[in-house]
């Protein structure tokens, strides 16, 4: 082969890879990515359809009628947040098992948890939110899998995954130490009860549109997911919803994760690169 030849196929395959590492997402990848401040994980879910609400028969009223929800491509977080997470943006600790940073953060409103998002989007000039409903669903069943509780749909194999009225000990316990659900996303049953973005209605699975659904109808409550370590396995289903009021007296069930919009992130990253750009006279 001449050198010219060789040179020609060095800059055909090589130049495009370096311009494309140039112009990429820095912090972003299919596989997910670490928020540096706080250090929380997210894990990248693709978009898809799935069918959503009380597949398998057994469910409360508001879970039903099943319906085909489709949606984005979104982020959700690895692990419940953490009361270290929380203190190193709010400088305090309103948990009431206050038994060490990996522990999820409890005993926070849906107030609280927004006071935390708008923290950290200031700092980070990121979106970040709590998952609609059909986001947390659609996660907790590995992308809308006729899963019944995140995981697993054998209940016998229900504390491999879950911490539960029946393992739980009554308390809290550090985020990740049981299984996770085939995403990868750990205790979405169990151990903290998760807020979700969605004003909550147990009627809304009759008018619930198809792309990208979230209540937005001004209500009393707020939507929960995932059950808690006092409560029994039916609450932990992917499927079970309930919802409490947003102001709430503080409750040692009540804890979240936060997701985020691919397409928020992306952009944001495009900006990012743009503002440096500038700052630096490119
Ligand atoms: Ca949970
Ligand atoms: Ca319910």
């Given at each position: 082969?001449?050198k010219s ?19 990429g997402e820095p912090e ?7 928020e540096?401040i706080?250090g ?11 069918e959503m609400?009380d597949?398998?028969g057994?469910g409360d009223s508001?879970e039903r009628?099943?319906?085909t ?8 977080g ?9 203190e ?20 926070v409103?849906w107030?609280d948890?927004?006071?935390?998002i708008?923290?950290l989007?200031?700092k980070?000039g990121k979106?970040y939110r709590?998952p ?16 019944k ?7 016998s194999?229900?504390?491999e ?6 393992n739980?000990?009554e308390r809290?316990h ?5 299984r996770p659900?085939?995403?990868g996303?750990?205790d979405m049953?169990g151990n903290?009860w998760?807020w ?6 147990k009627?809304?699975?009759?008018k ?7 209540d937005?109808?001004k ?8 059950g ?12 079970a ?14 804890g979240f994760?936060?997701?985020?919009s ?8 495009k900006?990012s ?5 500038n700052k630096?006279?490119?």
């Open positions: 082969m001449t030849l060789k040179a020609l196929i060095f800059s055909l395959i090589f130049v495009p890879l370096l311009f494309i590492s140039y112009d972003s990848s299919k596989d997910g990515y670490k540096p706080t929380m994980e997210f894990v990248f879910v693709a978009g898809g359809c799935f609400g597949t398998f057994d508001d009628p099943v319906h929800v489709c949606l984005d491509d979104f982020y959700m690895k692990y419940e947040v953490t009361q270290g997470q929380w190193i943006l709010m400088d305090s600790n309103p948990s009431y098992f206050k038994l060490g940073d990996d522990y999820p953060v409890d005993n409103s107030n948890a927004l006071e935390f708008k923290k989007n200031q980070t979106v709590l609609t409903e059909a986001q947390w669903e659609y996660a907790a069943r590995n992308r809308g899998k006729r899963d509780w995140p995981g697993t749909s054998s209940e194999e229900l504390e995954y879950i911490w539960y009225d029946k739980s000990g809290t550090p985020v990740g130490q049981k659900n085939n995403l996303l750990y049953g903290v998760e979700c973005f969605d004003w909550y209605h009627d809304y699975y009759s619930s549109p198809k792309k990208n659904p979230e937005l109808d209500g009393l409550f707020k939507g929960l997911r995932g808690s370590m006092m409560f029994k396995s039916h609450f932990a289903r992917a499927s919803r309930t919802g409490f009021i947003p102001s709430s007296p503080h409750n040692y069930f009540f994760r936060l997701a985020h691919g397409d928020s992130f992306l952009s944001f990253a900006e690169k743009c503002l440096k750009r630096s006279g490119i």
